[in-house]
């Protein structure tokens, strides 16, 4: 099933993720900004009254508005938060994990997902999921990320990160880095560098992308004095995607000196060989304002880039600004897949 055409002025829908998390509060504060912030209408798909309850124990004057189908929601959004109800399985106590809760979750990320595909919504920004909680209630692949690819066909998913200044993907992501060397192939990282290199035009927008290309070993290897993986890996996946591709590329690339400020003005993202080496940058320069985004799905997906902060949840301290930031990118990719 593909996403209908005109699907760039329907809602975001959001989904619930760890109700005893960070979510809920987030969710609340990012409705909250939507005037400063610029937001586009969204729904949450949960249960009205976890956010009405947070909302009166955190004194955040916020009302909260039961909608039966996304197509209510812009109506609504201005004066309250429209929330398309979903049933607990139980009571929520922040902080605290209820496995209990772990079907009404995926409920939530099952249904953004199948909005999403309809076309009723323009995009699903997945709040913050436990993955231990939701193991334990039976999913079987390693997150959000397999899970919705799954649910889309069996799409080839490929993780951004980005932040103000810098988008990095990762070629391998939660691997151990002694295994990182051994799994790595030149189709491997040219398959994702071409996923980056067609999103960078169609979902970002960018007519001309330039692509930089990380090497995996100190020094980009010397020239093979310090590992061969440069040479005989990553040179060979540059050639494949400069071959199927009209983007312009550079590297492999010292990872030491292709992250401060000078050198990122010279590409549009990086594509780098292990989740540390994107990761790091992108939490340096902007820790809070951070955003996960699924490319390769036939729709838009973006999340924050946290977890679910169970030691700080129901404190009324949780910043919204990853969420804020993947709900405006969530936007921006919708309305450009329509253009294009």
């Known amino acids: 099933m593909t996403p209908m055409s005109d699907s760039s002025s329907a809602p975001l829908a959001l989904t619930m993720g760890e109700p005893a998390g960070v979510g809920p509060e987030i969710t609340l504060k990012a409705w909250a900004a939507r005037g400063a912030e610029h937001l586009p209408p969204f729904f949450v798909i949960g249960a009205p009254a976890l956010y009405a309850d947070l909302a009166r124990n955190l004194r955040l004057d916020i009302r909260i508005a039961e909608i039966s189908a996304p197509d209510e929601a812009a109506s609504v959004f201005v004066d309250a938060l429209p929330v398309l109800p979903i049933t607990l399985g139980g ?5 605290t994990l ?3 809760n772990a079907a009404a979750v995926m409920c939530s990320i099952d249904m953004a997902c199948d909005f999403a595909l309809a076309g009723s919504a323009s995009a699903l920004v997945t709040n913050p999921i436990h993955k231990r909680a939701l193991y334990e209630a039976g999913l079987s692949v390693p997150g959000h990320t397999e899970y919705l ?8 998913p490929v993780m951004m990160l980005s932040c103000p200044g810098l988008r990095v993907v ?27 290199a067609r999103a960078l035009k169609r979902d970002l927008g960018i007519a001309c992308p330039r692509l930089a290309v990380a090497g995996l070993n100190p ?13 005989d890996m990553i040179a060979p996946a540059m050639k494949l995607i400069a071959a199927e591709s009209d983007v312009e590329l550079s ?10 400020a000078a050198a990122r003005a010279r590409y549009d993202a990086a594509l780098c060989m292990y989740h540390d080496q994107a990761l790091i940058p992108i939490k340096t320069i902007d820790f809070e304002r951070g955003v996960n985004t699924t ?9 924050p880039d946290h977890g679910t902060a ?17 709900i405006r990118l969530a936007h921006e990719i919708a309305a450009n897949r329509a253009r294009a």
């Open 219 to 231: 020094h980009a290897g010397e020239e093979g004095h310090i590992g061969r993986e440069e040479i």
């Open 149 to 156: 690819a799954e649910r889309c066909g069996g799409a080839t």
């Open 295 to 303: 490319l390769g799905l036939p729709v838009v997906r973006t999340s």
């Open 91 to 95: 009571p929520v106590v922040a902080g």
């Open 251 to 260: 590297g492999p690339l010292p990872p030491d000196t292709m992250f401060h």
């Open 310 to 326: 169970l030691d700080i949840a129901g404190r009324g301290v949780a910043s919204a600004l990853s969420l804020i930031e993947a």
């Open 170 to 196: 990762p070629v391998t992501v939660h691997d151990a880095l002694r295994d990182v060397a051994m799994k790595l192939t030149s189709a491997m990282i040219a398959e994702k560098g071409l996923i980056l």
């Open 98 to 100: 209820a496995p209990v």
